[in-house]
């Protein structure tokens, strides 16, 4: 599907806004979530229809050439099909007029795309982890959301309430003055927005075309390596050879002891049960919630610390350099899951990306398997291994450097000076348009595995020689690694 390109000096940017929605209006809201729900579930039934069909007369021995045609799944060929249907469905003809267009469309576009990840993953050309079939959505279960593209999607004037396709006005929680007044200056123009409910809340997000004026930084000829970490979120070191470090404000651990609480009070009272069809008391509804409030509160207070950081790095500097970590493997770690999640470096990442882009700076990403950790920043000998526990940096380099330095601003160090490499252009550390072999260092793997019990190479009757599982010893850094550029 052809992608939106913004006009040339203008960005693609969300406005994000609580409703305060009457008993009607919510009523509406959700009825609206729920026929976009309908309308995927329809899609997805309906091309796997014919899936299973397929396999069924295969299994019968008929002919390809005599099996049902594959259904389509794209969005046209859904969307006509189901207004088709819609009429004569009794799964729709009831209802169906009470709701917008735009309700109906939000769920054949969501299974469209579905469909699309799922054969791009199983052909192997889609990133991250392999998708599978789409499944359908429970009632008690789906996130409601629906998204309107066409139709009356306004701000009005008076900055407390917004308008929208079959919803009528609704008031905000907040004022919307900072969309409104660019508005009427001509430097926005909303495209779509998209209501949902979050943590018992309705949001509404306006996708906005705004014009902005590329920001000059502070210092533009200075870099910057940003290294992060659990106990201490950044630790950056400039080209100018400045380290700061910002601590981790550690906004969960802090309500971890009242979430516990209000927990608990929660599983003593009444709660409601899909099975016996009981109905939640309402001391249960109060202290849901209050827990629910808590959760929302963390969650503000994350995306507040973690817009202002990647502000204040992305104004300041003109070249910045990150890791590319593996976040999803790092999750697995049940011992730092928790930190690493309410941390948020996935989230750090994705807006140093597109803030970068405003600010027209330079954003490197080392490779995942550069060792920023066990390089030395003044000699560059690589350890073998530097354990986490170990928070102090130690070289033991041929050369008898003997820096001693704490552990992540000797990261931070080393990422600043890769972006120094990676501008040279002469191949040696980032050029890319040379292709250099990757040797095998202590970046990667650096012992010997032990042999297979079913190795062909192993003695006969168990007596397997002995494996030696030496380590390398301590080598020299080397500056093959290349960077990516965002």
Avoid at 276 to 297: D, F, L, T
Wanted: aromatic share 6%; hydrophobic share 35%.
């Amino acid at each position: 599907m052809k992608t939106f390109q913004p006009q040339p000096g203008f960005v693609v940017q969300a406005y994000q806004f609580a409703l305060d929605p009457n008993v009607s209006q919510e009523a509406a809201l959700h009825s609206h979530c729920g026929a976009a729900r309908a309308a995927y579930n329809w899609a997805v039934g309906w091309v796997t229809a014919a899936w299973w069909q397929r396999k069924a007369e295969e299994s019968y021995g008929i002919p390809e050439a005599e099996l049902t045609p594959w259904r389509p799944w794209s969005l046209p060929a859904l969307r006509k099909t189901f207004n088709a249907v819609k009429r004569t469905d009794p799964r729709f003809a009831d209802w169906w007029q009470e709701n917008s267009k735009e309700a109906y469309n939000t769920g054949l576009a969501n299974a469209a795309a579905a469909f699309d990840n799922y054969a791009t993953s199983k052909n192997s050309k889609r990133k991250g982890a392999r998708m599978g079939m789409p499944r359908r959505k429970s009632k008690h279960r789906a996130r409601l959301a629906c998204r309107f593209t066409t139709g009356t999607i306004r701000v009005e004037p008076d900055r407390r309430h917004v308008t929208l396709p079959r919803l009528g006005t609704i008031r905000t929680h907040e004022k919307t003055r900072k969309l409104q007044r660019r508005i009427v200056n001509g430097t926005a123009r909303v495209l779509s927005a998209t209501v949902r409910q979050d943590r018992g809340r309705w949001f509404v997000s306006f996708q906005v075309e705004v014009k902005r004026e590329p920001t000059k930084v502070a210092r533009s000829d200075v870099t910057v390596g940003v290294d992060l970490g659990v106990k201490v979120l950044a630790v950056m070191a400039d080209s100018a050879g400045e380290i700061r470090s910002i601590p981790n404000p550690a906004h969960y651990d802090s309500v971890l002891k009242v979430l516990k609480r209000l927990s608990r009070r929660v599983c003593r009272r009444q709660g409601p049960d899909r099975r016996s069809g009981q109905q939640p008391s309402k001391r249960w509804v109060e202290a849901n919630a209050e827990r629910i409030r808590i959760y929302h509160r963390v969650a503000n207070l994350r995306a507040d610390a973690l817009h202002k950081l990647t502000t204040t790095i992305g104004s300041e500097y003109g070249t910045v350099v990150v890791e590319d970590l593996n976040v999803a493997g790092m999750l697995k770690n049940r011992r730092l899951a928790r930190k690493i999640a309410d941390a948020g470096f996935g989230e750090i990442r994705r807006q140093l990306t597109y803030k970068s882009q405003w600010n027209r700076c330079r954003t490197v990403v080392a490779s995942r398997w550069f060792p920023s950790s066990k390089t030395c920043s003044n000699c560059g000998a690589v350890k073998a291994k530097l354990p986490l526990h170990i928070r102090v940096f130690r070289c033991a380099g041929l050369d008898g450097c003997g820096l001693v330095m704490d552990r992540d601003e000797n990261a931070a160090s080393n990422l600043a000076a890769l972006a120094a490499a990676c501008s040279t252009g002469t191949g040696v550390a980032g050029d890319l348009g040379t292709h250099v072999p990757k040797p095998r260092g202590a970046d990667q793997k650096t012992r010997t595995t032990r042999q297979a019990r079913k190795d062909p190479a192993a003695r006969a009757g168990g007596a397997t020689p002995t494996h030696s599982r030496t380590e390398t010893r301590d080598l020299q850094q080397d500056t093959t690694t290349q960077p990516g550029l965002w």
